[in-house]
């Protein structure tokens, strides 16, 4: 059965989130994010927020995001420290693998990502996602 989805109306029914931090709840977030359809063995969601994401990591396959609206820039850690990679509107990321990742989105980004599988994150303000135990969600 072919899936349609009308991007623009899902993102109409979205509000911005300003102020995320890596602490803010799945409650705090309501409303600013939302599960599109599922794509083979990955999760296609949209969100729109402003502020600063939690780590986060796919063990299962690379993450595709594209940027809709606004800039970020994108956080890729690694045992020899990080990246900072700026992205805007029409770029397409493809964050490895096993990554662990964030982003940072002062002004407010809307994004849509193919998220592979289960995820790992890290809900904590740290510069190293390394130094702690993360969670699943």
């Keep these: 059965m072919m899936t349609l989805l009308d991007l623009n109306a899902e993102l109409e029914k979205l509000t911005m989130f300003r102020g995320r931090t890596p602490t803010s709840t799945r409650q705090e977030r309501q409303g600013s994010s939302a599960r599109l359809a599922a794509y083979r063995d990955a999760t296609i969601f949209a969100s ?42 029409g ?28 995820s790992g994150y890290v809900r904590a303000d740290v510069e190293d996602p390394f130094s702690v135990e993360p969670q699943r969600d």
């Design 48 to 89: 729109k927020s402003a502020g600063k994401g939690a780590w986060e990591r796919h063990p299962d396959g690379d993450e595709l995001v594209y940027i809709i609206d606004g800039a970020a820039t994108l956080q890729v850690a690694s045992d020899g420290g990080s990246e900072l990679i700026p992205v805007d509107a």
């Design 91 to 118: 770029k397409l990321a493809i964050v490895p693998k096993g990554a662990w990742h964030r982003f940072h989105y002062p002004d407010g980004v809307t994004l849509l990502t193919i998220t592979p599988g289960q």
